[in-house]
């Protein structure tokens, strides 16, 4: 079936630092690929998404693009800060099996300052 | 306007007890889903209607039964509630593959 796996963490990082979280996927069809943020004692929230091959997704200096040839979707921001300290998931939807969403099992991520 | 909207926010209930957890979205989305969050984080989703009807039903004891009045509420009851049943539970609602999630209802079984 469907599945995502991420890099594990935590993850810490001094603010204004580069930051990668690597995302592949499984998928017999043609997933749509997202990257949704939890802030502490919060929802999800979604953080930007591509919908097809080479597609970029990009939101408040993050961005990922979708390798149909790696099968990934990484996300990467050039210099984090404090308040990007936050869960990040990784996730697909098969338009196959009703669009549900199937999440990777998160990377939590620590700025500090 | 909360656009997913889920009551109660904070559940704290003993075990055995039946409990509900109501969700309503004012988006017009046509598929909602019931997804559950362990104390690592994982996500899992349990349930799916669309348009009043189920169509994704993982594998989730027959004490959880989810109930959809209309397109626009999925509500999920809980007979019988155990310690493992204590997580953070999420409302979602999509349309064409665009998401929207509630902010989440903890439950604590005592």
């Known amino acids: 079936g469907d599945s995502v796996t991420q890099m594990e963490g935590p993850v810490t990082l001094s603010e204004e630092a580069f930051l990668t979280i690597n995302c592949t996927y499984t998928?017999?069809?043609?997933?749509?690929l997202f990257w949704y943020v939890q802030y502490p004692g919060e929802g999800l929230q979604l953080l930007l998404k591509a919908t097809k091959a080479d597609d970029k997704g990009s939101n408040k200096g993050f961005e990922a693009t979708y390798r149909k040839e790696t099968t990934s979707f990484h996300l990467e921001k050039g210099s984090v800060q404090v308040s990007d300290s936050a869960v990040y998931f990784c996730?697909?939807?098969?338009?196959?099996?009703?669009?549900?969403?199937?999440f990777g099992p998160g990377t939590s991520l620590s700025v500090i300052p | 306007d909360t656009a997913v909207s889920q009551t109660p926010k904070y559940l704290v209930t003993q075990m055995g007890n039946d409990k509900s957890i109501k969700c309503e979205q004012n988006?017009?989305?046509?598929?909602m889903y019931w997804y559950k969050q362990d104390s690592k984080k994982f996500l899992k989703i349990m349930f799916s209607y669309n348009n009043k009807e189920l169509i994704i039903n993982e594998t989730v004891p027959n004490r959880f039964s989810p109930k959809s009045p209309d397109k626009a509420h999925l509500n999920l009851h809980i007979n019988s509630l155990e310690l493992g049943d204590s997580a953070v539970y999420f409302c979602?609602?999509?349309?064409?593959?665009?998401?929207?999630f509630g902010s989440g209802t903890r439950l604590t079984v005592v």
């Open positions: 979602a609602s999509s349309r064409l593959g665009g998401y929207t």
């Open positions: 988006l017009g989305h046509d598929t």
């Open positions: 996730a697909l939807s098969d338009p196959a099996s009703y669009d549900k969403v199937i």
């Open positions: 998928a017999t069809g043609y997933p749509s």
